[in-house]
């Protein structure tokens, strides 16, 4: 099993940056599929970013496309997210999250198993 811990969040102008970062603890994490979920008050959880366990598929949600980026350190044991650009809808918890593959990372309202505490992002305007 893997336990994850975010950091990185906080509060930021519109236009501004943040980087994420997500510490995974446990043998198997170069296994998994990685992503980060964001949950907005009165909002539906939203998957933000995946990336496979070699790195090679990556996702994005249409409304982050160009502006956040995924990344991972199999050998660090860590998942980052940098979000540049970052605009007032963008404020929401963010949690990072480990699955099987992307497309079950997709599945609306699975269950995640591996599921970290959460970091609060907030972009005012």
């Known amino acids: 099993q893997v336990q994850l811990v975010e950091s990185g969040g906080g509060l930021v102008q519109a236009g501004g940056s943040l980087r994420l970062s997500c510490a995974a603890h446990?043998?198997?994490?170069?296994?998994?599929?990685m992503g980060w979920f964001r949950q907005a008050p009165g909002k539906e959880r939203e998957l933000v970013a995946a990336?496979?366990?070699?790195?090679?598929?990556?996702y994005y949600v249409d409304s982050v496309k160009g502006r956040f980026t995924i990344s991972r350190d199999n050998g660090e044991n860590s998942v980052n997210l940098q979000m540049n650009s970052l605009k007032p809808e963008d404020t929401a918890v963010y949690h990072c999250?480990?699955?099987?593959?992307?497309?079950?990372?997709?599945?609306?309202?699975?269950?995640?198993?591996?599921w970290g505490q959460g970091t609060l992002v907030t972009v005012s305007s």
């Open positions: 999250a480990a699955d099987s593959d992307i497309a079950t990372m997709l599945i609306p309202h699975r269950y995640l198993e591996v």
């Open positions: 446990g043998r198997t994490f170069r296994s998994y599929t």
């Open positions: 990336i496979s366990w070699s790195g090679g598929h990556t």
